[in-house]
């Protein structure tokens, strides 16, 4: 009888195990399917003359021609407008983050630090939104432009930054801040060179991911940057990014946009299983 | 004695250093309190540029079952419902996979296996959401259409048949795109955020109350039920409401499958909107009437207000747990 129930207790023990491995499997099935399809349809695609030719918005093809186009100009503006706006909201991100872990140990620096956190959860079409309506507030000649997308990416990448800002200054020890003071260093001196550089992988990794993850934001540029086949042309244009590009493409008819669509996605994932491989590198052991 | 030879310069250079110093913490400060600023200003501009509607329909914008803004018709009853509709679909799927992740990685896997596992499943979180589009489109949509679609709508029709009643979860047209499809995409999308969290929570949990189960005698997984699921309760609720946040907010993927209509969805296969869907879709043709964009603009209002209050819950909550259990690196 006792016999039997502990053979049962025992079974349901590797039941219970191997649904949750199951659960596991299941969850990788759409990445895999996904990262099969991007390669299957991408790939072909991919070479040195999409990369860098220019688009060719109307997807048909022409006698002599009939290629999908490039996404050359929508890289351009891509790096562009995230590079605008990693130079506003890194720095800040950084700044803020500073404060937080050296000088907001109270009250204050830990209602801030809720607020951002809570921030990171902001919808990217809100932000979007937000950023519109106050650059149609002053300028409604500019309010599709290039400088209001990479207004509103900053928002998004800004609390990002600062979180993990604090987060790697916090891993940095006290015993380094507190040589620093025995040695007569001003506590700005500290923090700038002895705290901020020993914490500095974490704080670059943040930085490239959120640069990453904002490189590939869509929802906030279609009602700030909207969408130009030439790229980028100024910060007072509109301007054509490779994520909204990738949306575009992919709901239109034609199938030889389609087809750039899954390339520059495939171009996209790339980048980000490169970038996540290397800062899992970069922070393998560190700190533990 | 060494500070005494260089005194006269001492406490010039000594004040300079407080002034530097204190300049730094007041730079800092300055922009640590202008992220405060930002949240702030966000409610107010998101007010303000919604003042047409909001003076003219209030809140009642909110229970209006009409969207036709050619007419004036700003209802935005339809994609209130379709908002709540995908993210409980993506929950009554994501919520349970999840856990069974977080628990096999972190209670029944070895490490070796855990944490490349663990950083497959991270990667889910890192694909740009309008990847997840293309993809739901040339490969999820066809694969429901054919494949999961015909088998709910026959399962559907037999147990309405068998019970003499009509249930509309899965009637109507298949088309494969549609809130179900969107449902699930959001599933997908969520699963990282729920599981990584709840894996944190789990982690929190004190070894010595596992190791007290075992040793009564409970297999593993009758420790982790028991003893180590109860525990970690608070993480885990925090991070499904973390995920249903992401759920709320998410745009581009759902915008992608969900079909785009402006009505409340009748079944689970119905074409239908979310709140941010729809501002995805019709903000460019609509904007230009002051009226319209108003209504777009208290649309994205109510998203961050629902989407404020569930990241100011879930937060607080993983706040509180932090605090009772000293940390355990809960974010």
Redesign the interface.
Known sequence: MKFNRDRR??I??WV??G??????V???I??V??LY??FL?GLHILSISFLISAENPVGICVPGNCSAGGIGPAIYATVVVVGTAALMSIP?GV??G???S???RNRL?R??S??????T??????VG??AF??F??FSRAHAFSALDGAVALA?IM??TV??TTE?GLRLVPNALREGAYALGI???RA??QIVLTTGRSIIITGAV?AV??AA????PL??TT?FSPQGFTGFGNPAGLL?PV??FY??GASPLL?RA??GA?LL??LA??GI?LAA?IALRNRYK | MLSRSRSSGRTISSRIKRILDLTFLGVTLAVALGLLALLTTFILVLINSSHLTLIRYGISLLGNPKWAPSSNHFGLLPFIDGTLITAAIALLIAVPLSLGIAIFLSELAPRWISEPLGYLVELLAAVPSVIFGLWGIFVLVPFMRTSIDPGLARANASVNHALHVTIPLFTGPILGSGVLTAGVILAIMIIPTISSISREALRAVPQPQREAALGLGATRWESTRMSVLSYARVGIIAAIILGLGRAVGETMAVTMVIGNTDYIPTSLFSQGQTIASLIANEFLSTYASPLAASAFLEAALVLLLITLAINIGARLMVWRLVKTTGGGGIE
């Open positions: 207790r025992r349901f023990n219970a195990s649904l949750c491995f199951l659960c596991v299941v969850a990788l759409p990445l399917s996904l399809n991007a349809n800040a700044l803020a500073i404060y937080l050296e000088y907001g620096g209602v801030i809720f607020f951002t956190d809570v921030m959860g902001t919808p990217s079409i809100v939104l937000f309506a106050v149609v507030y928002i800004v609390p600062t979180r987060e001003p506590r700005y923090v700038l991911l990453m993850r590939g934001e869509v929802a279609l009602v909207l994520g990738i949306f992919a709901t389609v669509a899954w996605s996209l994932i980000m299983l996540s899992r």
